[in-house]
Each structure stands twice: as C-alpha cells, then as structure tokens.
C-alpha cells in the first residue's frame, strides 16, 4: 500500500536493520534495540503525544519486520546451501565477498581488542612506574645525585 520510493527506503532501512542484528555478536545489537533507535524516526507526527502513544507499536512493527527479513535470508540461505554450511562458497569454493567482509570486520574487531588490552596494559605499567617515582621526577624536575 505503500508508494514505491517509500516502499523501498522501507525495504532499504529494514535491510540495514537487518545487516546490523546479523552482526549482533560484533555490535551488541538485537532486532528489539535496533527498532527501539530507529521507531521514532520512523513516523511523521505533529503531536509529540499521538506519536509517544505509537512509539512501541512502531518499534515492536520493526522487529517483527527485521526478524522476518533475517528468517527470509536464512531460507534463502538455506536453500542455496544444503545442510545451512556457516560459510557459504560459490562455485569455484570462494567465499562471498559479504562473507569476506565479514571475517575482515571480526579480525579488525580481534586487533582493535588486543590493541586496546596493550594500550592499558601499558597505562597500568607507567602508572606503576611513576607510583615509585620520585616527587620531582613526577613534575618533570630531575633530582641531583
């Protein structure tokens, strides 16, 4: 019932949607916190009361519209792909390029943790240093002898 170029910005936003609950594991999205960002931006109402009153019905609407989308993707999926294979190959045994995206996003993910566990590792290893550091050495005034 929708006019096309509404349709597809809906069909468009559910698909992001959608990409960003597949990736739950990685951002600590669900379908439910993903609709609950985006359901007020999805309506235009003038009174602040009328659209506070359809907030949940349009959030639990995105939900129910994502989770359909992820369910038609695993059928598809499934489909394609006999016995649901995790990572999927073309014919040549390649994978997807979505799927090689994907583990390049994890393995950033992996090096962006073990980067920040060095960085406070070294924070913890100055702080320990400077804790049995001289009071002028700490203020930048080198002692004498």
Do not use: C
């Not at 406070?120 to 005034?141: H, N």
């Amino acid at each position: 019932m929708l006019p096309s170029t509404e349709a597809s910005l809906l069909d468009w936003s559910i698909n992001l949607m959608a990409d960003v609950v597949e990736m739950e594991h990685v951002k600590k999205m669900n379908a439910r916190n993903i609709a609950m960002v985006f359901a007020p931006n999805m309506t235009q109402m003038l009174d602040p009361l009328t659209a506070r009153m359809y907030a949940v019905q349009v959030m639990n609407f995105l939900k129910t519209l994502i989770v359909k989308t992820l369910k038609d993707r695993k059928e598809s999926r499934d489909r394609l792909i006999p016995g649901s294979n995790p990572s999927p190959r073309d014919e040549n045994g390649d994978q997807s390029s979505r799927q090689l995206v994907h583990l390049m996003e994890s393995n950033m993910e992996v090096a962006l943790d073990d980067t920040f566990e060095v960085e406070m590792k070294d924070k913890e290893d100055s702080a320990e240093e400077e804790e049995y550091a001289e009071p002028r050495e700490i203020l930048g005034v080198k002692s004498e002898g």
